[in-house]
């Protein structure tokens, strides 16, 4: 975060996720600040109890956008995670990770259809700028083309 100049909000370890939630949203209210972002930590779309943490979370800070952020490389398991994160909380779109490590990409086709809603982004690499808005041409190249590499910026 500081290498970005981003203020972190946070509090002791073992608070209540959603109250840190709360106070990055009424920080930012005062500091005039119109974007806050609320990173958890990862969590099983099979542990009840974290995804009522996920809930509360959204009910608390009454985000605009909610987005899915998964791995690529998970395949099958994203598309169920991103289903059942969607019929908890109502998320917006998708950011896929790994996506420059997957070769077929098939996660982006399988949790758009879905959950029928967008993948918005793909991380294609390990820097900050290593990140690309989804384009389905390439995606779809990266399925039935023959270039298995990250699509050079025009």
Do not use: C
């Not at 709360?22 to 779309?45: N, S």
């Not at 099958?76 to 997957?102: M, R, S, Y």
């Not at 294609?124 to 041409?137: L, N, W």
């Amino acid at each position: 975060a500081d290498n970005v100049g981003v203020k972190i909000i946070k509090h002791q370890k073992g608070s209540d996720p959603a109250a840190v939630a709360f106070d990055a949203v009424e920080h930012a209210k005062a500091q005039g600040k119109e974007l806050v972002l609320i990173d958890t930590a990862g969590r099983m779309q099979t542990n009840t109890n974290l995804m009522d943490e996920m809930k509360k979370i959204k009910r608390v800070s009454n985000p605009d956008l909610v987005i899915f952020v998964g791995d690529a490389l998970t395949g099958n398991d994203a598309t169920q995670q991103a289903a059942k994160f969607n019929e908890a909380i109502d998320i917006d779109g998708v950011i896929l990770t790994k996506a420059d490590a997957d070769s077929k990409g098939g996660a982006s086709l399988s949790i758009g259809y879905v959950i029928k809603k967008p993948i918005m982004f793909l991380g294609v690499g390990q820097g900050y700028d290593d990140i690309m808005e989804y384009d389905a041409d390439w995606m779809l190249n990266q399925l039935f083309g023959e270039d298995d590499g990250v699509a050079a910026e025009e």
